[in-house]
C-alpha cells in the first residue's frame, strides 16, 4: 500500500503553542505517514522537517462578517485538502471538523477520507449556562460530528463519560490526554538562579514561602482568591508567571491589594524555561473554579507539568484535579469557592515543610507516568488500527 496522507487542519492562531495538535502530528509522522499541516495565515510558525505546512487566510472576504468569512474560508480550504487526496483528516474543533467533511463531500464513498474529531474542549459543558438554543444546535452539530468520526477523542475520562452520556453514544469516545513530554531533571544550580529570581521579584530579602500560579491569567482561575489569601497570610508569598489578554486588570489587582509587597507578577516564559521555574517555587496553586462544567471536569496542563517540576500542589477537588493529587499523593485539595478552604490550603503547606518534602519524592515517581511518552501509546495504537481499516 502507498504511504498514508494525514491531514491536521488545525484552526489555530499561533502554531507553535498548539501543544497538543504538535504531539498528534508527531505521531502520524512516527507511523511513516505523510503529514500536511492546514492553518490560518497568523501567528507565529515553524520550519518543519517532519511535515509539510500550508497556510490560508481566514478572511477572504474582508466586508462580511467574522462567522460568514469563516464559512467562506472553509469552502477554500476544504477545496484544497480535496486536493490532497487525504486517506485521514484529523480537526481540533467543530470547525476544523465542518472543513474536513466539506472536503469529503465529493469524493466516492471508498475513497472518502477516515475523520480523526480531536476535541480539545467539553463544548457542552462550556455551554452549559448558554440558552437552551445555542446549546440545542450546538449539541446537534457536535452529535454528528462524533456519529460520522472514525475517531472520536477527548482529552480525559471525566469528558468521555460525559459526553458519552450527552449523547447518548453507543461507545465511548477514546480517551487522549493532554499530557506534556517527560520534562529534564533540572540541575542544583540552575534551579537555584531561577528561585533567586522568583526572590528577587520581592523587596524583602528574608526567608520566603512562595506560592506559584502559572499560566494565561483569566477568570476562573481563582487568581482573586489568591491575592486574598496572600492578604490573610503573612508568611506567603505569591508569584503569578505568565500573560493576560487584559493585563492591566491582574497589574491593579496586585497594587490594590494591602499585600502587594508580597505579590509579584513575572511575565511568560518559554516552555522551554518554564520547568526550571516551577521548580523553583515551594507549592502550585491549581485553583480552577466551577464556572461551568468544562472547568468541573478540566486536567489542567499545569497539574502535569508541576508534578514534571517536582512541585507539590494545592489543587480543586474536582473529579480529575483529585484522582490525580490523591493517586499519587503529590499534595492536598481544597474547595476552590470557600477562601477558608484556600487559606487552610495554603497554612497547612507552609506548617508541615516535611509533607512537602513527601510530595516532592511522589512527584518523581508521578511524572515518569504522567508524561506524553506513555500516553501517545494510546493515540498510536488507535492510529494504527484506522492504517489498517484503510487497508
Not at 502520524?28 to 495565515?41: N, R
Not at 480529575?320 to 490550603?345: H, L, M
Request: charged letters at 30%; glycine letters at 4%.
Amino acid at each position: 500500500m502507498s504511504q498514508i496522507k494525514f491531514v491536521k487542519v488545525a484552526y489555530v492562531h499561533d502554531w507553535l503553542y498548539a501543544n497538543r495538535d504538535r504531539r498528534e502530528v508527531d505521531v502520524a509522522a512516527d507511523l511513516g505517514w505523510d503529514v500536511t499541516v492546514v492553518k490560518p495565515d497568523t501567528g507565529k510558525d515553524d520550519e518543519p522537517d517532519r511535515y509539510k505546512l500550508l497556510k490560508f487566510t481566514t478572511r477572504p472576504h474582508k466586508h462580511l462578517p467574522n462567522k460568514l468569512n469563516q464559512l467562506c474560508a472553509g469552502i477554500r480550504w476544504a477545496k484544497e485538502i480535496a486536493k490532497l487526496k487525504p486517506d485521514i483528516i484529523s480537526g481540533h474543533n467543530l470547525i476544523g471538523m465542518y472543513i474536513a467533511m466539506l472536503s469529503n463531500k465529493k469524493r466516492k464513498e471508498k475513497k472518502k477520507a477516515r475523520l480523526v474529531y480531536d476535541a480539545h474542549e467539553y463544548l457542552m459543558g462550556q455551554l452549559i449556562r448558554s440558552n437552551a438554543l445555542k446549546r440545542k444546535f450546538n449539541g446537534a452539530i457536535e452529535k454528528y460530528v462524533i456519529k460520522h468520526s472514525d475517531l472520536p477523542m477527548f482529552v480525559n475520562d471525566s469528558i468521555c463519560d460525559a459526553v458519552k452520556k450527552d449523547y447518548s453514544l453507543s461507545e465511548r469516545p477514546l480517551c487522549v490526554r493532554n499530557l506534556p513530554y517527560l520534562a529534564p531533571e533540572i540541575p542544583s544550580d540552575v534551579k537555584a538562579a531561577a528561585r533567586k529570581e522568583l526572590e528577587d521579584l520581592f523587596e524583602d530579602k528574608g526567608e520566603k514561602f512562595i506560592v506559584m500560579f502559572h499560566g494565561q491569567f483569566r477568570s476562573g482561575c481563582s487568581m482573586e482568591k489568591l491575592v486574598k489569601a496572600a492578604e490573610a497570610i503573612p508568611s506567603m508569598y505569591l508569584v503569578f508567571l505568565g500573560y493576560a489578554t487584559n493585563q492591566e486588570y491582574y497589574d491593579n489587582l496586585v497594587k490594590s491589594s494591602p499585600a502587594h509587597a508580597r505579590i509579584a507578577i513575572h511575565g511568560a516564559v518559554p516552555q522551554k524555561e518554564l520547568w526550571k521555574y516551577i521548580a523553583a517555587a515551594d507549592v502550585e496553586a491549581v485553583i480552577i473554579e466551577n464556572k461551568n462544567a468544562s472547568y468541573y471536569y478540566s486536567l489542567p496542563n499545569k497539574l502535569i507539568e508541576s508534578v514534571q517540576a517536582l512541585t507539590p500542589v494545592i489543587g480543586s477537588d474536582y473529579p480529575e484535579i483529585k484522582a490525580v493529587i490523591e493517586k499519587y499523593n503529590v499534595g492536598i485539595t481544597c474547595k476552590p469557592e470557600e477562601q477558608v478552604s484556600i487559606n487552610k490550603a495554603i497554612e497547612y503547606m507552609i506548617d508541615n515543610r516535611d509533607f512537602i518534602t513527601k510530595c516532592r519524592i511522589n512527584c518523581a515517581s508521578a511524572k515518569t507516568e504522567l508524561c506524553w511518552e506513555n500516553e501517545r501509546k494510546t493515540l498510536s495504537d488507535a492510529f494504527s488500527r484506522l492504517e489498517k481499516s484503510i487497508c
